[in-house]
């Protein structure tokens, strides 16, 4: 397999790094209200609803996430008791799966580690600094005023790193919201981590699929 050597190594935060705990609370939450039986169709609702949500113009991610939230409500016809605000305050205090910080130590003295979250500012460096290496730069949605999958995004990080989609290899969880625009982008390189929220997409897409950040260095010769 060959190496790649990249300019930047950009990522995804919540999900591939961070590890993303809002389907464990939500279930938590709504423990009373939606029958256990229930629960997993109950949270696949609530992931599509936030993914719609961003889709829009850009507003602030406790918007997303409470939006989200009482859309799905909605529609199972329960109540809706104001969970978003109690999931947004919570995130801040995620810390990262157990493979990243030595994965990512191996990778930050050697390439330029960046990342593009779907996040607020106020929130996301609270989970970088607990990612244990260094980042070049950290862009959010609230910088660009989009978030992913939008191609704005995506050009947002592109044009503030002052370099073409060929110079970057992107990692992501997420086939929806990173490795499908990101092919849209023409950015060549691309790493699935298969966190198992996401199922393998077709080949046509020119990913490398990994279990986990501990793979990466190897793919990048280090």
């Known amino acids: 397999m060959s190496v790649l050597r990249p300019r930047f190594v950009t990522f995804d935060c919540y999900g591939t790094l961070t590890h993303f705990q809002m389907s464990p609370m939500t279930r938590q939450m709504f423990a009373d209200r939606v029958p256990v039986e229930r629960m997993d169709a109950f949270i ?16 602030p991610y406790d918007q997303i996430i409470k939006q989200a939230l009482a859309r799905t409500c909605k529609r199972w016809g329960i109540d809706y008791r104001g969970e978003g605000q109690a999931l947004y305050d919570a995130i801040p205090e995620w810390g990262p799966h157990p493979d990243v910080p030595a994965g990512l130590a191996k990778i930050a003295s050697e390439i330029p580690l960046v990342i ?38 995506f050009e947002f990080m592109l044009d503030n790193l002052g370099c073409g989609p060929q110079d970057v290899l992107h990692v992501s969880s997420s086939f929806r919201y990173d490795l499908f625009p990101a092919h849209d982008m023409n950015i060549t390189h691309k790493v699935f981590v298969a966190r198992g929220h996401e199922q393998p997409a077709n080949s046509i897409y020119g990913y490398r699929q990994i279990s986990d950040i501990s793979e990466l260095p190897g793919l990048l010769g280090l």
Do not use: C
């Open 116 to 153: 593009f979250s779907n996040a607020s500012d106020s929130q996301i460096m609270s989970n970088v600094g607990k990612l244990g290496a260094p980042f070049h730069k950290v862009f959010t949605a609230e910088q660009a005023q989009a978030y992913k999958p939008r191609l704005a995004a």
């Open 44 to 59: 696949k609702d609530f992931a599509a609803y936030r993914l719609d949500q961003v889709k829009g113009e850009w507003v």
